[in-house]
């Protein structure tokens, strides 16, 4: 296992190639805030890379992140209470993440599947970890009330899990 202490999350400059339809919903089954949230990761795909020691992995917002964005503040909380989560990018990267706490740490599995096999095994800190996430997350939904995809009240409902003390600054009406 490699001794490190490096885990990053980069949101980085828009991908302007097209490899998927615009969001649908044509069996009305996604709400009007998973609606928004999928057209702003459509066309505002930008790259996300996830940085693990010397390991950079390549992602998008449209398809990889919208995928998991549902459960990603969720799988956050989950962590911080010293719980196991695996992140699975199946569509750009063929990659999974399994993050596992050990006190102040975080034992990281990384594998790739596909036409290339890989597993690796990282030492991280765990506040880095939970910080970065945390970052990214509020970051992307910044990006989405900026460009109206969603209301702060919403993007305070949505990063709950991992700010619970948010919740209580919501003004009624937003």
């Given at each position: ?98 993050f596992i706490p050990f006190g102040d740490k975080i034992i990281c599995h990384f594998r790739s599947f596909g036409s290339f096999c890989e597993e690796k095994t990282f030492e991280l800190d765990k506040p880095i970890v939970l910080s970065e996430f945390s970052n990214f997350l509020e970051r992307l939904m910044d990006l989405a009330v ?29």
């Amino acid at each position: 296992m490699n001794n490190i202490q490096h885990f990053q999350i980069q949101l980085a400059e828009i991908n302007f190639e097209v490899y998927t339809e615009p969001p649908e919903d044509p069996l009305g089954e996604l709400s009007d805030l998973e609606m928004n949230l999928r057209r702003c990761c459509y066309e505002y795909n930008q790259q996300v890379f996830f940085t693990i020691f010397d390991e950079k992995v390549r992602v998008f917002l449209e398809p990889d992140i919208c995928l998991i964005l549902d459960k990603l503040p969720q799988k956050i909380a989950t962590l911080a209470q010293g719980k196991s989560i695996e992140i699975c990018f199946t569509e750009s990267a063929c990659r999974v993440i399994k993050f596992i706490p050990f006190g102040d740490k975080i034992i990281c599995h990384f594998r790739s599947f596909g036409s290339f096999c890989e597993e690796k095994t990282f030492e991280l800190d765990k506040p880095i970890v939970l910080s970065e996430f945390s970052n990214f997350l509020e970051r992307l939904m910044d990006l989405a009330v900026e460009k109206s995809y969603i209301s702060i009240a919403e993007k305070k409902l949505l990063l709950f899990p991992i700010q619970p003390q948010e919740i209580l600054a919501i003004p009624m009406g937003s």
